[in-house]
């Protein structure tokens, strides 16, 4: 059983910056892909941003590229979602995601994701 918890949301004026972390325990996520995904009150999930298990593929919705970036520590079992210049329509809760994979799997999305953490919430505003 892997869980994920997410921290590192809260009220951030526009402009601002904030890194997002999603810690797993009950696994070691050498061979998890994991994605980060959001979604705002009456909007429909949005896929924000994947890695791939080793780190060398990444992947941003075009909503958040140029601002974000994401990272991995497996080390310390954790990923990281750094965002900056952040925007009002940023505000949402964010999730992460995480999946098994083959190492032989590189890309950095999966379509389907086994595991979520709980979200935290980012809220942009002045």
């Known amino acids: 059983q892997v869980q994920l918890v997410e921290s590192g949301g809260g009220l951030v004026q526009p402009g601002g910056s904030l890194r997002l972390s999603c810690a797993a325990s009950g696994v070691i996520l050498d061979y998890f892909a994991i994605a980060w995904f959001r979604q705002a009150p009456g909007k429909e999930r949005e896929r924000v941003s994947c890695i791939s298990s080793s780190g060398q593929e990444t992947y941003y919705a075009d909503s958040v590229k140029g601002r974000s970036t994401i990272s991995r520590d497996n080390a310390k079992n954790t990923v990281y979602l750094q965002m900056s210049n952040l925007k009002p329509e940023d505000t949402a809760v964010y999730y992460c995601?995480?999946?098994?994979?083959?190492?032989?799997?590189?890309?950095?999305?999966?379509?389907?994701?086994?595991?979520w953490g709980q979200g935290t919430q980012v809220t942009v505003s002045s």
């Open positions: 995601a995480a999946v098994w994979v083959s190492r032989v799997y590189t890309a950095a999305c999966v379509h389907d994701y086994s595991d």
